[in-house]
């Protein structure tokens, strides 16, 4: 698929708590397709300590209007700077990296936490463009750090699992009476033991499960190699042949 690197509008800021923001991103032309799971290598202008692009998954894609959102949170020097854009602002991308999810399955289970939440919108609305209406669990150590839920109301069936109990159900995702329903295919993306949990259980139960990962990356498109991750088939680069795997093809990464 063609990359592009394309200078996008902030036409829209949310400040979602403390941690969260996401960003509305206006293109100057029609937008290319974009699959449900790929992302954006974000430049960070002024901030001199920060070189590299930062990758962030694609959370939503308008394409009546030609804009892309992102959901961010602030870990660090560079979503920090990010956090100081304003509606106005421009935002250079290249875009859309990586391989998606393959939005197979008729009962479908999703399951996201924390900024893992981020491509699971645009993958509800993929899914339901194909007739499927999903199960969406979306968990948090707390209610704050689940930084969107409204929004995944109409796509399909949402439960919230936090580990305090501030909302929905109290404990892990995988805890959640929503999590054993019966399903055929799970979509995950989120902390890696999380990931980890939901894979095993779908592995233990013939579920197929895709799982998007988040390593660290550098140029986000296969060039330094310092995004491998050891699957079944040897050393797979995540930002051009992932980052969504099917758990099948990381039994040694779930072993780890
Ligand atoms: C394919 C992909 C999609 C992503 N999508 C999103 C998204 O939609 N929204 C979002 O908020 N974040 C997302 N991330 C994570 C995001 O890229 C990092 O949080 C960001 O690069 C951190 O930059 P920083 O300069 O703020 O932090 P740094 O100063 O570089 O690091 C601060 C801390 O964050 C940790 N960190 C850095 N990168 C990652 C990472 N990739 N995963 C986990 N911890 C990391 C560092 O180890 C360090 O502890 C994604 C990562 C990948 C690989
Ligand atoms: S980030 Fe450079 S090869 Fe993946």
Same mark, same amino acid.
């Given at each position: ?142 209610? =704050? ?10 796509? &399909?069936? $949402?439960?919230? %699992? @936090? #580990? ?65 991750? =050891? ?10 042949? &992932?980052? $969504?795997?099917? %758990? @099948? #093809? ?7």
């Amino acid at each position: 698929m063609k990359k592009y690197i394309t200078d996008f509008t902030i036409i829209g800021k949310r400040i979602l708590g403390e941690q969260y923001f996401t960003l509305t991103l206006q293109h100057p032309a029609t937008l290319p397709p974009i699959a449900a799971g790929q992302f954006v290598e974000v430049e960070v202008r002024g901030c001199k300590e920060v070189l590299l692009r930062r990758p962030i998954s694609i959370h939503d894609v308008d394409t009546e209007n030609n804009t892309l959102t992102l959901l961010i949170q602030i870990v660090g020097k560079g979503t920090r700077q990010l956090a100081t854009l304003q509606e106005g602002d421009t935002l250079n991308l290249v875009y859309p990296l990586g391989r998606g999810f393959s939005l197979d399955g008729e009962k479908v289970l999703l399951v996201g936490g924390g900024a893992g939440i981020a491509p699971l919108l645009h993958l509800s609305k993929c899914l339901n463009a194909k007739g499927i209406r999903p199960t969406i669990l979306l968990g948090g150590r707390t209610a =704050d750090l689940i930084p969107v839920r409204d929004e995944f109301k109409s796509l &399909g069936t $949402v439960g919230i %699992a @936090t #580990e305090d109990g501030s909302l929905g159900e109290k404990g892990l995702v995988t805890q959640h009476t929503l999590f054993s329903g019966d399903y055929d295919h799970i979509y995950t993306c989120g902390p890696t033991p999380m990931m980890k949990a939901v894979a095993r259980h779908a592995l233990a139960n013939g579920i197929v499960c895709e799982v998007s990962l988040e390593n660290l990356m550098a140029c986000g498109i296969g060039a330094c190699l310092c995004c491998v991750v =050891d699957s079944d088939a040897g050393h797979k680069c995540v930002c051009k042949e &992932g980052p $969504v795997f099917k %758990a @099948t #093809e990381l039994t040694k990464w779930l072993n780890n």
